[in-house]
C-alpha cells in the first residue's frame, strides 16, 4: 500500500491501566477518505483505541501516526482530528448556529469567518433551515447532525465517532446510518466509527476491525468480515451462524476436506492458520437449504420455529444432538416444518468455512 494514502498508523499500540491491559500491541492503517469501524463487544478496547487516537489517553506502547507525522507528543487540541462523542453536548442556551461555530471563535476565527463556515457545514448536514433554533427544538437525529457539523467545522483531517447513534430509536438510527455514509463520501475525511453493533458496521464501512479483549481479531470490508471470517470469535459475533464440531482430514492451498456430524464429507474453504484434526467450521443459516433426507444430506430434526416476516427461522438437532439454526426466506408457502419433522439440510457449496480457533 502507498503509504501516502494512509490518514491513521497504529503501530504495535499498548494501553495499560495499571496492571490491566486494554490495548494488547494493536496495529492497523486507516486510509484517507475511508469509513473505518471499530466493532466489539462492551470492554474489547475500541473506545480506548478511539481515545488514543484523539489524545484523551496517552499510550503505553507503540505509536500512532497521522499522514506520516508521530501525534503521540501532541495534546487533543492540536491534533489535526476532531471527535462526536456518545452525548452531544449541545449547549442548550446558544442556537445551533452558535454551537457550531463556539469551537472556531475559540480556535481564533472572526465571528464573520466563523459563521460563514458554520453555515456551510449546516448545509452539508441539511441543517440549514434550523441555524436560529436551540437544541431543544429539535429531534435526536437533527442534534446528532448539529453535532456531526461542529465536528466537521475547523475541517480535521480524521473524524472520530464514538458510537454517536446508539441514543436514536431503530428507525432514526437506519435514517441517520445513510445521511452519516453520504456526508463521509462528500467531504472526503477519513471517518473512524465506534460501535458494538455488528448491521451498523456491516452497512456502513468500507473497512471495519473486528476487536476482542483489547486484540485486532481480524480487519476487512464487510462482506470479507461476514463471508470469510477467521476465527470462531469473528464468526460467531457477526451476524448469526452454525458453529460445528468436524474432523478436518486435509488442509491445503486455502481449501480443507472435512467430516461432518453424522458422516457426511465435503470440501471447504479454511481460514488461514486452520489445521487437520479437530475443529469447527462456520456456516450462516440463510447458505443451508431444507428438503428431504438423503445420504448427500445432514440429519436433523426440526425442535421449533420462529416466524419473523421476512423469513423463517428454524430451530433444529443433528443426529449427534447438536443444535443447528436454518432461515428460510418467506415466500408465502403454506406449511412450515414444525418440532420433530425429519429433515435433510444441503449446505450450500463454498458456504461452509474451516476456521482457524
Not at 270 to 279: C, D, E, I, K, Q
Not at 284 to 303: F, H, K, M, S, Y
Not at 325 to 335: A, E, F, I, K
Request: charged share 20%; aromatic share 4%.
Amino acid at each position: 500500500m502507498d503509504r501516502d494514502s494512509i490518514a491513521v498508523d497504529v503501530d504495535k499500540v499498548v494501553k495499560r491501566y495499571g496492571d490491566v491491559t486494554a490495548l494488547h500491541g494493536v496495529s492497523m492503517d486507516i486510509r484517507e477518505g475511508e469509513f473505518f469501524t471499530l466493532l466489539g463487544p462492551s470492554g474489547c478496547g475500541k473506545t480506548t483505541l478511539l481515545r488514543c487516537i484523539a489524545g484523551f489517553e496517552e499510550v503505553s506502547g507503540g505509536n500512532i501516526r497521522l499522514k506520516g507525522t508521530d501525534i503521540a507528543p501532541l495534546p487533543p487540541h492540536k491534533r489535526p482530528v476532531n471527535t462526536v462523542f456518545q452525548q452531544y453536548a449541545l449547549f442548550p442556551h446558544m442556537t445551533v448556529l452558535d454551537n457550531v461555530s463556539f469551537g472556531l471563535r475559540r480556535r481564533g476565527w472572526t465571528d464573520r469567518d466563523a459563521a460563514a463556515r458554520s453555515r456551510e457545514v449546516l448545509d452539508q448536514v441539511q441543517l440549514s433551515d434550523f441555524a436560529a433554533r436551540k437544541p431543544a427544538q429539535l429531534s435526536g437525529g437533527q442534534q446528532q447532525r448539529v453535532a456531526l457539523a461542529r465536528a466537521l467545522a475547523p475541517g480535521p483531517e480524521v473524524l472520530l465517532l464514538d458510537e454517536p447513534l446508539s441514543a436514536l430509536d431503530l428507525k432514526l438510527r437506519q435514517a441517520v446510518r445513510v445521511e452519516l455514509k453520504q456526508i463521509q463520501r462528500e467531504t472526503g475525511i477519513a471517518f473512524v466509527f465506534v460501535t458494538h453493533d455488528q448491521e451498523e458496521a456491516l452497512t456502513m464501512s468500507d473497512r471495519i476491525a473486528v476487536m476482542s479483549d483489547g486484540r485486532v481479531q481480524q480487519i476487512g470490508a464487510p462482506r470479507e468480515i461476514y463471508e470469510a471470517p477467521q476465527n470462531r470469535f469473528v464468526a460467531d459475533f457477526i451476524g448469526e451462524t452454525n458453529l460445528l464440531d468436524v474432523t478436518a482430514t486435509r488442509v491445503e492451498a486455502g481449501m480443507a476436506e472435512i467430516a461432518l456430524p453424522g458422516g457426511l464429507t465435503l470440501t471447504c474453504p479454511a481460514a488461514p492458520g486452520a489445521a487437520t484434526g479437530a475443529g469447527h467450521v462456520s456456516v450462516r443459516p440463510e447458505r443451508i437449504a431444507i428438503g428431504a433426507p438423503g445420504p448427500d444430506a445432514l440429519a436433523a430434526t426440526v425442535t421449533d420455529h420462529v416466524y419473523l416476516g421476512t423469513d423463517i427461522q428454524l430451530h433444529a438437532s443433528l443426529a449427534d444432538g447438536a443444535p443447528i439454526l436454518v432461515r428460510v426466506q418467506n415466500g408465502g408457502q403454506d406449511s412450515i416444518p414444525m418440532a420433530g419433522t425429519q429433515l435433510g439440510l444441503r449446505i450450500e457449496a463454498g458456504a461452509a468455512r474451516l476456521l482457524a480457533d
